[in-house]
Structures are given as structure tokens and as C-alpha cells.
């Protein structure tokens, strides 16, 4: 069965660089989540996306901004990186509406700032 | 989100059952409970989720308590690869068009040879 893909899977920038996560859900999933996890922390959420509208937003620094386009797609965009950015960053997607909310994790994309 | 309590860590010897226990004292009547657990270095997987009445899958089962104020994930055999954090979440019925949804602290378990 078809998973959720992200790319790239590992990442190095310099600081005050800016980096682009995409994010591939399911086919027919059209909710997006997408959530960071620093070294030995949990994954926190950052932002989510229903039908290309964002749906709810947590704790997402104004440096960062996403999008979900018309083929349900996502993007987190990250301007002037920091050292504290360095993380696992992994998307989940969900068929919203459905009795069910299993969200389907993505392998994380692993960036590392120097 | 209604807030769950599970202990910090857990071991268990490789092929004997392991009780995961979670407190959810404030859960509302249309709050399912999810299981989710983390291998290292990969994304969160789902195990199992429930309502009101035990569930079974291949992965797990899942016994909720009669007042549905606490739960507990079961692992018939554990091995090796069942090493991983192991999070309980609730969620909302209502909550599944792209809603919050918090991890952790979870259960981190170790699996003995």
C-alpha cells in the first residue's frame, strides 16, 4: 500500500539559510500534519492543513510557512535557519471525515543546520 | 485535548506479554483513544484505538476500563522490534479535520533477550 513520502530524507544547510520539506500523503488523504522533533524530545505539531486550507497551527515560528496545494501536496518552508532547527521533521496525513483519525506517518526528513 | 498520564518507562522480557497502562481521568464521552509508537529514528506508527469496548488487531489489543478513565495497550509477545516509545492519545471524534494532535510524554519500552 502507498505510504506517505517526504523528501528529501536528509538535510544540510548553514544558518540563515532556508530550506524547503515536501510532503506526500496518501492518495485521496486531505488533511496534513506536520510536526518537528528535536534530539530526544517528543514530535511536537506545527501546522496543519484540510482541503488546502489551513486547519490549525501550533507552535510554528513566524520564520516557517507551509502550504498544501491542489494535488494535496505540502510544503514547510524554513527561511534563516538556526542551530536550534536541527530536528526530525515528519508529516502525517489523514482522510478527514471518516469515522477514523489514524494518521499515517511519513520516514521524516532529517535537517541538520551547521 | 484531554490530558493522559503514563509512566516514563517500561521493560519487558522478549516474547512475554507487556501491559501498557494510560490514565485519562478527564476523557469526555467522544474522545477515542489512539495508541501510537516510535521506533528510533522513524515516524510515529498507529497500533490501535478504541471507544468504549476492548479492540483487538494483529499489532495489539487495547482494554479500556469500564469508566473509560484509564486504558492499557497489550502486547502479546513482545520482541525485539517492539522496542519504541509508546504514546497515548485521545481525540476527539469532531477532531479529525486537521486538529491538533499532541504526543507525549510517552511509555519509553525496553525489550530484554
Known amino acids: 500500500a502507498a505510504g506517505v513520502i517526504q523528501s528529501p530524507r536528509h538535510l544540510i544547510k548553514e544558518k540563515r539559510e532556508t530550506a524547503t520539506l515536501k510532503c506526500y500523503p496518501i492518495p485521496r488523504h486531505d488533511t496534513v500534519y506536520w510536526y518537528q522533533q528535536g534530539p530526544g524530545q517528543d514530535p511536537q505539531f506545527l501546522i496543519s492543513?484540510?482541503?488546502?486550507?489551513?486547519?490549525d497551527k501550533g507552535s510554528i515560528p513566524d520564520r516557517f510557512s507551509a502550504q498544501q496545494f491542489s494535488d494535496y501536496h505540502s510544503e514547510l518552508n524554513m527561511s534563516s535557519l538556526e542551530l536550534g532547527d536541527s530536528a526530525l521533521y515528519f508529516c502525517?496525513?489523514?482522510?478527514?471525515?471518516?469515522?477514523?483519525?489514524?494518521?499515517?506517518f511519513g520516514p521524516g526528513t532529517r535537517l541538520t543546520v551547521l | 485535548d484531554a490530558k493522559t498520564t503514563q509512566p516514563n518507562s517500561m521493560e519487558s522480557n522478549e516474547e512475554e506479554p507487556v501491559h501498557l497502562p494510560c490514565n485519562h481521568s478527564t476523557i469526555s464521552g467522544t474522545d477515542y483513544i489512539h495508541w501510537y509508537r516510535q521506533l528510533p529514528s522513524q515516524g510515529p506508527e498507529y497500533v490501535i484505538h478504541g471507544l468504549t469496548s476492548n479492540v483487538n488487531n494483529r499489532m495489539a489489543s487495547l482494554a479500556i476500563a469500564e469508566d473509560r478513565k484509564s486504558s492499557t495497550l497489550i502486547l502479546h509477545r513482545a520482541t525485539l522490534r517492539d522496542a519504541a516509545v509508546y504514546y497515548c492519545?485521545?481525540?476527539?471524534?469532531?477532531?479529525?479535520?486537521?486538529?491538533?494532535?499532541?504526543f507525549g510524554p510517552g511509555t519509553r519500552l525496553s525489550v530484554l533477550p
Open positions: 492543513f484540510y482541503e488546502k486550507m489551513q486547519s
Open positions: 492519545i485521545l481525540r476527539d471524534l469532531g477532531d479529525n479535520y486537521g486538529q491538533n494532535f499532541v
Open positions: 502525517a496525513s489523514v482522510l478527514a471525515g471518516g469515522r477514523e483519525d489514524t494518521q499515517y
